[in-house]
């Protein structure tokens, strides 16, 4: 998807060179009136009032503690926080939620937009709203009037679609990741069906060696296996950098949580509050469905196949604005059609594709809410019987000492007869969703007896080892994923460690192994070993394979077999993903096995040649390549070769590296750019009083002109986490500004 960026830097407004005693008047005389004149008096007094209400203390990091009189106020300030680091970025999430790209993209994201509007209907989410709980519709008012007063109090800063945020727009956004499951259905097929060949689609083809793996890390310690006898929590998404926010929330009525905040967002996603901790990893459930709908033409109307019947399909227009090339808004419009499945999103053999997912906005935002207020393992999993996230698996770890694992609690209740990774007969009721499944038939773990669970979005079942859940009690439905280099790593390190404390989790997941290359490069080494003596490769090759005998396996700034397998790892991975895919063997059995030692040796010589002929030699430290740079607030970045840049030790997770860093050769680069993996990092531990170290992926702040824009980069490649300021008096010589929102 491709966003553009807005207003990353600002002039200062000049009421903030005016005395406190002044402000109400100049935000009443200049702000609220130039910045939001369709704002009626009584909706500014409202916004003056809540504002006084909060405290914004902005700590030496740039990190906002947001305290409020109630959990809604705390709400309004953490918004208008968000917004004063980047709005750009809370603006375009939303943009994209409600399915409005295309009003500031313009025609290339209507497709995106068709999607979203096919599950996302203002109408519904309206009514939802209408019928919220008093406390969640008050959550949902402070969210937008700390949004709305954010602009009012900045008229320099210009939105380029969402002028003023409804409450209910919070229900389009629900959970912690952009676009979730709706993101599953192609663009492509969409635009075939409704609209297009989809050869618009077809361009640019990424290299599959440039998309990393997404998903995160999260562990998990029991009291047993650490120094001071507290359970610790090691959160680790990995995601597109600049992703989400960190801040900490509190208010009178007791909320107070800290962590990760995806921009918009009005409740921590993974974080830690006083008592408990929980970090999400993308799950490999099947939770997601496609149904093949027999259509019938009768009477000049649409009917499908179910059972014996034919039932009618229901037709909704959607109406998408976008953009057009001459600046003026146009709309397409779109028949979409839905069974009682789903919507229709693409055909296939004669068959209309209806897909089924999980579409509970209201029940999704109170358990992201309320799991922020839980207090030990019981009230959260009495929150978690909402059953409104499908997407996550969640490690958790609380001050009482108990640690656990929780499966994603949508499950489709299916006949585990069908393979539902395809799909499956819509006019067979048989395949119908029966209900969901109860919380205790997933996969889950409660303090198990190794004293450690784990998660790298890979399958539940080595999540503790040998006290792992057991695959054949459970439908084959609850994981797609398999294991994966990752999982084997985290088993790695976590059996080998006692008295863990926080330095030494970290260490451990900073440990360089690389356990896909331990496995791949002896099979390389051995094809060398046994080339004829007269083969032109035996003298080519003879430096490199050398090289990669000796390899501990292990990345480093300084290391070249890192650099040099690296760029062999990625090139045969291109080579040979598609038909490891076609032959369904995972692309690493694939290149270890079926992909043959002529293709695994030629293409050694490949990756040396553009080693050479990028970087001058194919012995090159692997921190020449490996780069972070943040040179804008863009949300798609730009690199240059010219400009500075940091290296980075740490590899993309592919290759089995716990600490992951996505990068590639971007155009007109040689070197490697990251944009995606280790992004929030944090240690909890769960003492008398919780405490905790965190990095960020560059700085809290979007703007370029800020000493938070990228304060943080160098730690971040060092795995040099800081200490974060949870207690009052943590803040004591750390704090840089403390403000009322508007001030």
């Known amino acids: 998807m491709r966003m553009h960026t807005a207003n990353e830097s600002r002039p200062r407004a000049p009421w903030r060179r005016l005395p406190r005693l002044l402000l109400a008047v100049a935000l009443l005389a200049y702000g609220l009136v130039a910045g939001a004149q369709a704002a009626p ?22 990190i906002a503690h947001v305290h409020g009189r109630t959990d809604a106020d705390a709400v309004f300030g953490m918004a208008y926080a968000q917004a004063e680091d980047d709005f750009n970025r809370v603006e375009t999430n939303y943009l994209n939620s409600l399915g409005r790209l295309a009003e500031a993209e313009g025609e290339s994201a209507i497709w995106s937009d068709l999607r979203q509007q096919l599950f996302i209907d203002p109408v519904e ?17 402070g969210w937008a009037d700390g949004l709305n007063y954010y602009l009012a109090t900045h008229p320099d800063v210009h939105p380029r679609v969402i002028k003023h945020f409804e409450p209910w727009m919070a229900l ?25 060949d989809g050869k618009q689609f077809a361009g640019v083809t990424t290299p599959s060696s440039w998309v990393e793996p997404t998903g995160s890390n999260g562990f998990a310690i029991a009291p047993k296996l650490t120094a001071d006898g507290h359970a610790l929590l090691w959160i680790n998404p990995h995601t597109s950098f600049f992703f989400r926010s960190e801040l900490q929330m509190s208010s009178d009525a007791g909320l107070d949580a800290y962590g990760a905040v995806t921009w918009g967002q009005f409740f921590i996603y993974q974080g830690f509050n006083r008592h408990i901790g929980w970090m999400h990893t993308s799950t490999g459930l099947d939770a ?17 196949r179910y059972g014996k019947e034919l039932r009618p399909v229901t037709t909704r227009t959607i109406r998408v604005a976008y953009r057009a090339k001459d600046g003026a808004m146009a709309t397409r419009s779109f028949d979409a059609h839905f069974t009682h499945h789903g919507p229709i999103v693409r055909a ?55 640690i656990a694992y929780m499966h994603p609690q949508f499950i489709p209740k299916r006949d585990n007869r069908f393979d539902y990774t395809k799909p499956v007969d819509g006019s067979d009721p048989a395949t119908d969703w029966k209900g969901l499944h109860a919380l205790d038939e997933a996969p889950h773990l409660l ?10 979005n890979n399958w539940p079942y080595s999540a503790a080892g040998a006290f792992s859940p057991k695959q054949a009690d459970y439908p084959r439905y609850m994981d797609t994923f398999g294991e994966n280099p990752r999982g084997i790593h985290a088993t790695r390190v976590l059996d080998r460690v006692r008295d863990f404390s926080k330095a030494s989790l970290i260490s451990a997941a900073f440990d360089s192994y690389l356990p896909a290359f331990s496995r791949l490069i002896p ?47 990625d090139t045969l991975w291109d080579k040979v993903h598609a038909e490891a895919e076609a032959e369904h063997q995972s692309v690493y059995d694939y290149m270890a096995g079926d992909a043959g030692a002529k293709v695994r040796l030629g293409t050694l010589a490949e990756a040396s040649d553009r080693l050479e002929q990028d970087f001058g030699s194919w012995g090159v430290p692997w921190g020449e390549v490996n780069r972070y740079q943040r040179n804008d607030g863009a949300i798609v970045q730009t690199f240059d070769d010219a400009r500075p840049s940091i290296p980075v030790p740490f590899v993309s997770s592919r290759w089995g590296s716990l600490a992951s860093f996505g990068a590639h050769r971007w155009p007109g680069t040689k070197k490697y750019y990251g944009t995606s993996g280790n ?29 938070h824009f990228n304060d943080e980069a160098e730690r971040y490649t060092t795995g040099n986490l800081r200490t974060v300021y949870f207690w009052p008096e943590q803040l004591k010589g750390h704090t840089e500004r403390v403000y009322h929102p508007g001030e």
Do not use: C
């Open 288 to 304: 997601v469905d496609e149904f093949a709908e027999t259509i019938v033409h009768k009477g000049g109307q649409l009917f499908y």
């Open 523 to 569: 099979v390389l080494v051995h094809d060398y070993d046994m080339l004829p003596d007269n083969d032109p490769l035996k003298p080519r090759l003879a430096g490199q394979i050398a090289l990669l005998r000796s390899w501990d396996y292990r990345w480093g700034i300084a290391s070249m077999p890192t650099t040099l397998a690296v760029f062999w790892g």
């Open 125 to 141: 989410l309206k009514a939802l709203y209408a019928k919220s709980p008093a406390w969640l519709q008050a959550l949902m008012n």
């Open 447 to 456: 303090n198990p007896p190794n004293g450690w669970i784990m998660n790298t």
């Open 679 to 707: 992004s929030f990092v944090a240690v909890v531990e769960f003492g008398p009083k919780v405490s905790a170290r965190a990095i960020t992926a560059g700085g809290e702040s979007g703007h370029p002109g800020s000493k």
């Open 348 to 402: 296939a053999d004669g068959k209309w594709i209806a897909i089924a997912l999980m579409n509970k906005p209201l029940e999704a935002l109170e358990q992201s809410w309320l799991r922020t207020r839980a207090s030990d393992y019981a009230s959260y999993l009495k929150v978690a019987e909402l059953k409104a996230n499908s997407s996550n698996n969640t490690i958790f770890a609380d001050d009482k000492g108990e």
């Open 172 to 196: 389009s956004f629900s959970e912690g990741s952009i676009g979730g499951d709706i993101e599953r259905v192609s663009l492509e097929q969409l635009a075939a069906f409704y609209g297009t």
């Open 41 to 62: 008096p009584t909706e500014q007094a409202r916004w003056q009032r809540q504002a006084q209400a909060v405290t914004i203390t902005r700590d030496d990091w740039g």
